[in-house]
């Protein structure tokens, strides 16, 4: 006997995931999920972000790592709210374990809710956490190679970093090439080539990011008239 | 290794479904994988075994269909196949690239008795 199914084996994770929007939506609060190779610059991209941002946009993270709160303790010192999820040992956050540590945030006193994703270029891009979007960093140490191996992820990006183009002159990456295959893979995500410890290039990133937060603050102020 | 997980929720979709329609033994699973969700089915192979261990699924034959990727373009509405990692037009070169077929991860049915 054969019984009919035809449903996503990832159901339930999406499921939770919509409720995640919705919730998030609600309060009209933005989530970024960060998704690169462990040591590409996430927490580095982060401390810039909220060394420059932190001012007027209220930040919130979550540190999503295998083991260890390292990433979190180095964000400690700009004072916004952080919670650590240890997977111990999965290679990705998925919607549930996004969905339980919310509660620990104070919601309505946040504009941005940064996800880092465990360091990994396949898995996490499979698991919708919620978020509004994906943001996907490479660094040149990495090859310039990535975006050819790892393509769902270029694909679902809504933005890419190259971060270290500092360290262009030691490395054998080609940014032509690196480039061109971004182009072929995803021609209209922006590119923004950054030195997260230098701080080149990072102008742009700022920016790009603040405009997509202004957006959404704009909305709740809209939304806020709207019921007065 | 994101096959582990979805394996799990793989064999918790098989389980429910037979417990449901009091399938005592289930024989073959049949799933779809799109190109782009980078399955390797020899690892998710080893973690279906191991999910469906000691469960009315635990000696199904897993058939895995891997589905291309197919595309659209947004622009001139011709339908592609991509080849060589390029999502750009064939036709009209547009960059504005809608993934039509490729991302799938879906359980399709279950035979047992």
């Known amino acids: 006997m054969e019984i009919k199914i035809m449903k996503n084996i990832l159901d339930r994770n999406q499921h939770k995931a919509e409720e995640v929007r919705n919730l998030l939506s609600s309060k009209k609060l933005l989530m970024v999920n960060i998704i690169s190779s462990p040591g590409a610059g996430k927490t580095t991209l982060l401390e810039r972000t909220c060394e420059v941002l932190g001012p007027d946009i209220r930040i919130g993270v979550i540190e999503g790592d295998i083991t260890t709160d390292r990433d979190a303790q180095r964000l400690k010192k700009y004072n916004i709210p952080i919670v650590v999820i240890n997977t111990e040992g999965g290679c990705h956050l998925d919607s549930h ?30 698991f919708d956490l919620g978020e509004n979007f994906k943001i996907a960093i490479v660094s040149t140490a990495e090859g310039d190679d990535k975006p050819g191996k790892y393509p769902m992820l270029f694909r679902e990006a809504e933005a890419v970093v190259l971060n270290k183009i500092d360290l262009i002159p030691y490395t054998n990456f080609n940014l032509t090439n690196f480039r061109s295959d971004l182009k072929m893979i995803n021609g209209q995500v922006p590119l923004f080539e950054v030195s997260c410890t230098k701080g080149d290039g990072l102008a742009g990133w700022f920016d790009w990011l603040n405009n997509r937060i202004k957006g959404i603050i704009l909305t709740r102020e809209v939304s806020q008239v709207k019921n007065l | 290794m994101h096959e ?51 469960t009315p699924a ?41 993934i039509i077929q490729g991302k799938e991860l879906f359980i399709k049915s279950i035979e047992g008795e």
């Not at chain 2, 990727?69 to 960059?95: A, P, T």
Request: hydrophobic fraction near 45%.
């Open chain 1, 97 to 126: 374990s996004i969905f339980k540590v919310l509660e620990s945030f104070d919601l309505e006193k946040l504009d941005v809710l940064f996800v880092e994703n465990v360091g990994n270029l396949i898995c996490p891009s499979q």
């Open chain 2, 4 to 54: 582990i997980r979805i394996a799990e929720d793989l064999s918790t979709i098989v389980v429910d479904t037979a417990k449901r329609e009091k399938l005592l033994n289930v024989t073959k699973v049949n799933i779809c994988f799109g190109k782009l969700v980078q399955i390797v089915p020899e690892i998710f192979e080893l973690a279906f075994r191991e999910a469906v261990r000691n």
């Open chain 2, 58 to 98: 635990s000696n199904a034959m897993l058939h895995i269909e891997i589905l291309s990727v197919e595309m659209r373009c947004m622009k001139c509405g011709s339908d592609f196949h991509l080849i060589d990692n390029q999502y750009v037009c064939k036709r009209c070169m547009s960059d504005e690239i809608k």
